[in-house]
């Protein structure tokens, strides 16, 4: 079954720190995957994606996130945080039909 | 460059009342559009999509319709409203579904329900 799964409801990290924001998937074959952000009361806005190639995609904002096969993951990062990264967190991996299947979401807090 | 317009950005409507969202992109041709509902906040639920004019696939049976009378217009629509119709309603695009073409999503209307 194709799935996405996104373990925390909510992350909190304090500003300056490294965050990391989880997200494994099941689908098969060669998997595309995607990071959106959600601000509040706004459309997604996307981050980055991962196609092929090299496993560290780099996208907006300063965030990344490493393309792991054998774990099935594809976790965001961030070297240091900003307040103003607080938001609703989406991963999302494409599935047999085209369609994005999403995760839940993850509500990223930054504390000041 | 593309953008997606969608409105309105809030409505609040009487139960049984008719429904009219309506999104439309510039700076494409043939795009691919969908219409997804947010619901609490969080998952998204996609609802309807669309290849071209005249296109549509339903994802979810429920109260609701799209259309596409023109390329780059999507429509949703519903003839009697439900309480359980509330909720985030997001318009989308993506040139082409078969790659790992990126969504774009708008900027979402709130629909209340009353």
């Known amino acids: 079954a194709q799935s996405v799964a996104q373990p925390e409801d909510q992350v909190n990290v304090a500003e300056g720190n490294p965050l990391t924001v989880k997200c494994t998937y099941s689908?098969?074959?060669?998997?595309?995957l995607f990071w959106y952000v959600q601000y509040p009361n706004r459309g997604l806005q996307f981050l980055l994606k991962?196609?092929?190639?090299d496993n560290l995609v780099k996208g907006s904002y300063g965030f990344e996130a490493e393309f792991n096969k054998s774990q099935t993951s594809f976790h965001l990062k961030k070297p240091s945080a900003l307040v103003s990264d607080s938001a609703l967190y989406f991963c999302?991996?494409?599935?047999?039909?085209?369609?994005?299947?999403w995760g839940a979401g993850t509500k990223l807090i930054i504390k000041p | 460059s593309q953008t997606i317009h969608q409105w309105p950005a809030t409505l609040v409507q009487p139960v049984g009342s008719p429904l009219s969202l309506e999104c439309t992109v510039e700076?494409?041709?043939?795009?691919?559009l969908y219409w997804y509902r947010q619901a609490a906040g969080r998952g998204l639920q996609l609802l309807f999509y669309?290849?071209?004019?005249?296109?549509i696939s339903s994802e979810v049976p429920q109260n609701l319709s799209a259309s596409r009378p023109q390329d780059r217009q999507f429509i949703l629509s519903s003839k009697k409203l439900l309480l359980s119709d509330s909720g985030f309603y997001l318009c989308?695009?993506?040139?082409?579904?078969?790659?790992?073409?990126?969504?774009?999503f708008g900027e979402g209307s709130w629909l209340t329900v009353v």
């Open positions: 999302a991996v494409r599935g047999y039909n085209y369609q994005l299947i």
């Open positions: 689908v098969s074959g060669n998997p595309y």
């Open positions: 991962y196609i092929t190639g």
């Open positions: 700076g494409t041709s043939n795009p691919n």
């Open positions: 669309s290849v071209g004019i005249g296109q």
């Open positions: 989308a695009w993506s040139q082409d579904r078969a790659s790992g073409n990126t969504i774009y």
